[in-house]
């Protein structure tokens, strides 16, 4: 793979070489310059930036966004040069290589002191550096040691499962054939006997064991190997090969080449990597979907707020945009001529934008809005200061939209200084004034999650003392000021606050506090107290803040959008129409991933949540007391109590007929036990009655093993998809992986087995060309059945007329070529054409769908019902023929022998089976008609050159001129007329009747659209609907949304701790705190935030 | 196939990997999509119904035409002193195997009246049997020698000289033979051109004659004059055209007279093959022909009973769709609508 030639810097003899990274080893030191990639698992030994810390993404090994922070040890702090690193010399003892992300042990044994290593010294293979010029690292694992590729799993070869089945029903046909020749063989073993003197049976001469009659049991074992060689030809052996070259073309012609699967921007097609798995695409019931860089885009953009009870914003997004078009209207995407367009900011309306706020009815509370998301925050400015050019560097997204929305709003915050921060206001006095702001920041009360608030004190130029603090809805409305006014505005904007939740926007509730100055005084004072503390410092700094976050009043609420890939909702709506259930697996917290879920449709306020955590007030108190065993126990019997009760109550919906839809969500560390093999039954019940399931927090193994349970547990068909190296192992699990392909990482898309570039693709990829795939290779395969199975019987017919001495029916060319020539091609090209409805019926009626997640058309009855006709029609012509065999055949008197006969019926088989196909063709193309016409054609040209020849070899001329006998004769064209409309009548009788009374459901769908042209060009669709303005539809959408009184507000904010992100800029030590991904792993001290009741 | 190029503009960007439209690869071949609506079904059945049963009538009515006379002689023929002992009747070459039959003419028949020899529970279709013949050897007379397949009937016992025609079909030749008289008319039996004409020409030589033929110890049937070409030796021909089935009949000669209601014929029939010994039943068959051959109900009642299902069946369909309608594409009969809240 190219990836591991990329090169790296690696310490020799005090320079940096290039090196490929393959070429790594343990104990190389290497350097890592900004936004590189790690080559291995390293141990950070020191960073430009001061304290040795240095900033990563995860986003490839877990789906976060945010960055992370690394610290190196004091003691390497300094080894940043060639120079100085090169007289780096230590042991390092660490644990074995192992797949566990967020875990790490090791000692660093360096100038004859032991120190301990932690997770928080480790950089992980798969992560990227972030804001840091470079680091220092050591190699601790690399290949296949590395985390992350311990986390990988051996490559499954997959098959399909219709491919599966078709082995079973290969071996039915051989058990089949193992009963046929039984009965021959038996037979024949009773029917030998010395009276047929004509046979000299009585010869004991060599070469008359075969049918000896005194040896009955070795006439047994001849007969019956004669037999399986006389009947072999049930078996369809060019089944396989011609679903081989069908699968081959479907995916390099039709898949690879499909225009609706094209992304134009990233100009990307879709891949079909495997053609195993065509068919598997249209039966698939359970999708795993990723979430970072799948469903969204991992784009923050600031899309919506609330200030002071209004609502402003005129975005609509993507679910209000499908529940409109649902409801038959058309949104028009115009947007306002002045609408900025930039990354990050997603904002559109005029009331709020180059100072038109002022004329809005509380342009106060505005000012302290775009005051609070400007002066509010830890972003750092950086590159030249002016709007257009800046760059915001943000632990997290979410941030930097903030920052970036208070920009466009006329509030430029441009320069941070350790003390101040410098904001550009316009508009402030008067409209179209612009002065430079300095506000001194005095205290920063930081971001972690139990908090999930945010404070800065900051002094105005004159002297004014105010309070920011920005933080979940449900921990700042504890704390806001009674009041007449404020009550109204809390309860409007607690409304929007739903509002936008359920949209599946973030939210974030913003407040302000002027202050006092004796009264800060007092308190700056307490707070310098617990700051300098050296015990419990961070839950002293937690009590201090709560003394003056309080009284605050409420300004508004924001909302940010995770951006949506374009097109997710409306395609998840689709597949969730086809009956197709969607788990969303990420590595992502809680409250991100239920707010995607919302965003996505998953999730909405009426159905019936089951959260199942590990993040409850008991669990969190039996882990602070760290006893590992008790923890483990102690979840454990909590995760099967929660299992058992929602378990419980899931059934208790389940019988009565209109309850809720279900839906589960469930985090990593509960999984970690729900997925023991005493709870999987218990999780994999309850997971199966839910709509749809969110895990989170999961690990990629952990994606892998949710994967097989249902794959494997309730043997449903799984398709994974997702777009980075954490996704690897489910993608490889699943029945079928899809791998996103256009963007930068690849290792998803080498382990996939179809590479898309959007999500929304997969409704092309499943509802089109998987239904498509599955019906036409349930066709090929049912067909290729009936005919060998049609052909074979008439042989065997013959055999009770014979004797049972395994005399061929056929000539032996009639029965080599009967596969090769007279039938392949015709069925080949059903499997490649046969289309039941247009592709934009598959994607409109996606319920059509459920008959391939059914099986429908490849049941065992569906294959009984074949046999059935096989067996019938096998009779009509072996006794057609043979009944008429007595008399003369033409007007001299003269009578057919065996061969006549025998060539006779196989004209007859050869046209039925042809014109058989025609009949279960839902659309016939030129091509149809070429190929069956040709493989007609084909056998009589063939049997007018080989009967109209004889050979100067030694054999027998049986054939010779038969066929023109044959066609001399009167009777030969009645009977052509005859059988193969006496065999197909069944058959005809049987499809009408089954079309009228029991129809399926693409069958009312082609009636419906009967007298369509098929082009209808699939943008046409989309059109349907009334035109409204995009206000009407707004609002429209708008009121669609559910308005159940909704628990869901989403807010989902994280940010990185104020201090020791700029501990750097400050000056000013910070110990490493307490939000690290160590921390994270383990899931400590993090409050359940309110989305339950 | 007709190639609408989207992006006619050769861009400059660098290759775009944008499919190109075909028909083909969008799979928008254009196609007849037909639905098998009531009005298809039944109409299909009416017309099949409408071609099928007079064309039924009409093969039936051919057949009807033809007359067949049927004798089983095989036990008329067996003295009734050997009733218990057929085999040793029939072996023997003192017995009298000559038996006359009288016969008095039912029907009228006209020139030509064709005569057969039935055989039934005779497997001509064994595989032992059919392979047991050398076509290399009945056409060729430098290939005497080729054996190939004939064994036992290969060579002779004692000098191991090659048999022609080889192996067993040629040795079990049915040897009965037949004659008729009748006070009024010369009935000779005309034993040419019997054997289909292609087998004549091709594959028995003109210049093989008979050799070593039934010289071995047990004679399976017919002798042959060794003076006249296997050509030339049509019941022979007509013997080795094997039949596909165990019962069937074999052509022997025609009557070129015709035979007037009330005639009395006398056959007298040799007697000689044996078929006691497998309990085979042989029969003598007079069948005039017509365009379609022999009497053979079957085919037109074979189409008669397709024809008459199909208009019973465009019939009752009808009266289906009057009784129990169902609106073309009606969506109430969609799964997903007919019980809600399908996606469980």
Known sequence: ?1093 | MDIKDEESAPSSKKASKKPIYTQFSQQDLPAWKPILTPGWVIATFSVVGILYIPIGLLTLFASESVEEAIFRYDDRCLPPSYAHNANSYIQSDDTNKTCTIKWTVEHEMEAPIYIYYQLDNYYQNHRRYVKSRNDMQLRNKAAEGDLGNCFPEDKTTDTNQPIVPCGLIAWSLFNDTYRFLTSNKDLTVNKKNIAWGSDQRSKFGSNVYPKNFQSRDLIGGAKLNESIPLSQQEDLIVWMRSAALPTFRKLYGKIETDLEMNDEIEIVIENNYNTYLFGGRKRLVFSTTTLIGGKNPFVGTAYLIVGGLSLFCAITFILLYVIKPRPLGDPSYLSWNRNPGGIK
């Open chain 1, 1 to 1093: 793979m190219s990836i591991n030639n990329n090169m790296i810097d690696v310490l020799q003899d005090q320079k940096w070489e290039s090196i490929p990274w393959k070429k790594l080893q343990v104990g190389d030191i290497i350097k890592v310059k900004q936004d590189g990639f790690f080559p291995a698992d390293l141990l950070l030994l020191a960073s430009t930036n001061a304290d040795g810390v240095c900033y990563i993404e995860t986003a490839n090994l877990d789906g976060e966004t945010n960055l992370k922070i690394r610290k190196a040890l004091e003691k390497t702090w300094d080894y940043v040069t060639p120079e100085k690193a090169s007289e780096f010399k230590g042991e390092i003892q660490c644990e074995q290589p192992n797949n566990s992300l967020y875990t790490f042990t090791g000692n660093l044994l360096i100038q004859k002191q032991t120190l301990p290593l932690s997770p928080n010294q480790i950089l992980l293979r798969g992560c990227s550096l972030r804001n840091t010029e470079y680091i220092v690292g050591v190699v601790i694992f690399t290949g296949h040691e590395t985390k992350v590729m311990m986390n990988a799993m051996n490559v499954p070869s997959k098959r399909s499962t219709l491919e599966r089945k078709l082995d079973k029903l290969i071996l039915t046909l051989f058990a089949t054939l193992f009963m046929m020749c039984f009965i021959g063989a038996i037979g024949s073993a009773i029917f030998v006997n010395k009276k047929y003197f004509y046979l000299h049976l009585d010869s004991s001469e060599k070469g008359s064991a075969q049918f000896n009659p005194r040896n009955r049991f070795l006439v047994f074992l001849l007969t019956m190997f004669t037999l399986i060689t006389l009947y072999s030809t049930i078996i369809p052996i060019s089944l396989y090969v011609s679903i081989e070259m069908i699968k081959f073309i479907q995916s390099t012609q039709f898949i690879n080449k499909d225009l609706c699967m094209y992304h134009s921007e990233t100009n990307t097609p879709a891949l079909a990597r495997t053609s195993n798995l065509n068919e598997e695409l249209g039966q698939v019931e359970y999708i795993f979907s990723d979430k970072t860089g799948t469903l969204t885009r991992n784009l923050m953009e600031f899309f919506k707020c609330s200030i002071g009870g209004e609502v402003y914003g005129n975005g609509v997004t993507e679910i209000e945009r499908g529940l409109a078009e649902r409801n038959g209207m058309k949104i028009d995407e115009n947007k306002s001529a002045n609408a900025v367009q930039e990354r990050g900011f997603n904002f559109d309306d005029a009331r709020l934008m180059r100072g038109a706020w002022r004329n809005e009815p509380n342009p106060d509370v505005c000012k302290e809005f775009f005051r609070c998301l400007a002066i509010c925050h830890t972003v750092l400015p950086e590159g030249e200061e002016s709007p257009e050019k800046i760059k915001y560097q943000a632990a997290s997204p979410d941030e930097a939209a903030l920052v970036i929305a208070a920009k466009n709003f006329g509030f430029f915050f441009y320069r941070r200084t350790p003390t101040t921060i410098n904001v550009r206001e316009s508009h402030v006095e008067k409209m179209g004034k612009i002065q430079d702001v300095s506000y001194e920041i005095l205290n920063v009360l930081e971001f972690n999650s139990t908090r999930k608030r945010q404070s800065v004190v900051c002094r105005y130029p004159d002297g004014r003392l105010v309070l920011y603090c920005k933080g979940a809805d449900t921990v700042i409305y504890e704390r806001l000021a009674d009041g007449n006014t404020n009550n109204n505005i809390k309860k409007v904007t607690r409304e929007h606050l739903e509002l936008f939740g359920s949209a599946g926007l973030r939210t974030l509730c913003l407040a302000y506090k002027e202050l006092h100055p004796d009264v800060y005084e007092s308190w700056n004072e307490k707070f310098i107290q617990a700051k300098s503390s050296l015990n419990d410092r961070e839950k002293k700094l937690d009590e201090v803040a709560e003394l003056i976050e309080n009284d605050l009043i409420l300004i508004g609420s924001t909302a940010i959008e995770d951006k949506l890939q374009e097109g997710v909702p409306a395609c998840i709506e689709t597949l969730q129409r086809a009956g197709i259930k969607i788990w969303v697996l990420t590595g992502d917290k809680i409250e991100t991933a239920i707010n995607i879920a919302y965003a996505c449709n998953l999730i909405n306020n009426e159905m019936k949540q089951f959260v199942i955590s590990s993040e409850t007030d008991a669990i969190r108190e039996v882990e602070d007391r760290g006893d590992q065993v008790e923890i483990a126990r102690f979840i454990k019997d909590e995760v099967k109590r929660e299992l058992k009760k929602c378990l419980e109550e899931a059934e208790s919906y389940f019988h009565s007929l209109s309850g809720p839809k279900l839906a589960l969500v469930i985090d990593g560390k509960c999984l970690m036990y729900a997925l023991d093999p005493s709870l999987r039954v218990m999780l994999l019940n309850l997971s199966l009655n839910c709509h749809s399931v969110v895990c989170c927090r999961v690990s990629p193994l952990q994606k892998a093993q949710v994967t097989s349970m249902v794959k494997k547990g309730a043997r449903k068909i799984t398709l994974s998809i997702g777009d980075g190296a954490n996704d690897v192992s489910m993608i490889q699990a699943a029945h079928v992986g899809i791998g996103i392909s256009g963007m930068e990482g690849m290792q998803a898309v080498m382990a996939s087995d179809f590479a898309i570039a959007q999500f929304r693709y997969l409704a092309d990829l499943l509802l089109v060309h998987g239904r498509w795939s599955y019906l036409r290779i349930c066709k090929v395969v049912i067909y290729f059945f009936y005919k060998n199975l049609t052909f074979t019987l008439t042989q065997f017919w013959f055999t009770f007329q014979t004797g049972f001495s395994g005399q061929r029916f056929y000539d032996d060319w009639f029965q080599s070529l009967y596969n090769v020539i007279f039938t392949a091609l015709p069925v080949i090209i059903v499997g490649l054409f046969d289309k039941d409805v247009s592709s934009s019926l598959s994607k409109k009626y996606p319920e059509l769908y459920m008959e391939g997640i059914k099986n429908v058309f490849f049941k065992w009855k569906v294959v009984a019902i074949w046999a059935f006709f096989s067996v019938y029609q096998s009779l009509i012509f072996f006794y057609f023929v043979s009944t008429t065999n007595l008399s003369a055949k033409n007007s001299a008197g003269k009578i057919f022998g065996l061969w006549d006969v025998s060539t006779m019926a196989f004209t007859c088989v050869v046209i039925t089976v042809n014109l058989r196909l025609l009949m279960i063709c839902n659309s016939i193309t030129r091509w149809h008609y070429i190929s069956v016409g040709g493989s007609i054609l084909a056998w009589f040209i063939f049997i007018f050159i080989y009967s109209g020849i004889s050979t100067p070899y030694d054999r027998q001329e049986n054939i010779y001129f038969v066929i023109y006998v044959l066609m001399s004769t009167f009777y030969f064209y009645i009977m052509l007329l005859l059988v193969p409309a006496a065999a197909l009548f069944c058959d005809f009788v049987y499809q009408g009747v089954q079309r009228w009374f029991f129809p399926y459901d693409y069958q009312i769908i082609q009636e419906m659209h009967r007298d369509e042209v098929d082009n209808t060009g699939r943008a046409q669709l989309l059109e349907v609907g009334n035109q409204l303005t995009p206000a009407e539809a707004r609002s429209y959408a708008i009121s669609q949304l559910p308005r159940e009184l909704s628990k869901h507000t989403g807010f989902a904010f994280d940010s990185p701790g104020y201090e020791s992100f700029f501990a750097a800029q400050l000056g000013v030590y910070a110990p490493p705190k307490a939000w690290d991904v160590a921390r994270r792993a383990s899931m400590r001290s993090k409050p359940k935030i309110g989305h339950k009741k």
